[in-house]
């Protein structure tokens, strides 16, 4: 079945490390997304993708690293500049261009720093 | 971008309809009007998009403003799996070339009563 897998679902961190939380989408979709999402808050935007290694910054992409390497790929890194990690992490994608079509969520990574 | 605005939370009894309002008064002419909700601890899910006309599906209706400025997003008879977070967002219209910059606000936390 087609969708997005992020990995892992739960995911612990020392302070000072960074962190690399997967996703992968097997839909074909050209544009590719990551959220951040605090318990009780809505989703916001960290960093989104249209094209393999191009990628925009969205509403708080400091502290974090993303890369598209290929189309189906786009890791987010949670870097040792962010002070506050802990948090929800969702990755979206959505075909380019044609607003009319739904945008796919994965399941979600629980980022705990210990 | 354009944004939207929509109550902090809702609550209504089982079996009854439940009209969850959206105001987006800066949208433009080609954005399409998106409905997503979340469960705790997953990835929001689609629910309805609509233009112009209102919109009926399984899940959902979905009733736009002639001016376009706000909707109403209805589930015709609300039971407990539909108590989660409801978002409205906009989305570019048709040929709009580059990554949307989807924003989603907050959202509202709607509680289905026994």
């Known amino acids: 079945d087609g969708g997005i897998t992020q990995s892992p679902k739960y995911l612990f961190r020392k302070e000072g490390q960074n962190v690399t939380l997967s996703c992968e989408q097997n839909l074909n979709h050209d544009a590719m997304y990551w959220y951040r999402q605090d318990p009780g808050q809505g989703l916001r935007l960290i960093y989104y993708?249209?094209?393999?290694?191009?990628?925009q910054k969205g509403d708080i992409a400091e502290g974090y690293s993303v890369s598209r390497e290929k189309k189906e790929s786009f890791p987010l890194t949670v870097t040792s500049a962010q002070k506050n990690p802990t948090a929800f992490y969702l990755c979206?994608?959505?075909?380019?261009?044609?607003?009319?079509?739904?945008?796919?969520f994965g399941e979600g990574s629980w980022l705990t720093v210990v | 971008d354009a944004k939207t605005t929509q109550p902090n939370s809702m609550e209504s009894n089982e079996e009854e309809p439940v009209h969850l309002p959206c105001n987006h008064s800066?949208?433009?002419?080609?954005?399409?009007i998106h409905w997503y909700r979340q469960l705790p601890s997953q990835g929001p899910e689609y629910v309805i998009h609509g233009l112009t006309s209102n919109v009926n599906n399984r899940m959902a209706s979905l009733a736009i403003a002639e001016d376009r400025k706000s909707s109403t997003l209805i589930l015709h008879r609300a039971t407990l799996r539909d108590a989660a977070v409801y978002y409205c967002?906009?989305?570019?219209?048709?040929?709009?070339?580059?990554?949307?910059?989807?924003?989603f606000g907050q959202g509202t936390r709607l509680t289905i009563n026994p």
């Open positions: 800066t949208i433009s002419g080609t954005d399409y």
């Open positions: 979206a994608s959505s075909i380019l261009g044609i607003s009319g079509n739904t945008i796919y």
């Open positions: 993708s249209q094209i393999v290694n191009d990628f």
């Open positions: 967002i906009l989305r570019a219209g048709v040929g709009i070339q580059g990554a949307q910059k989807l924003v």
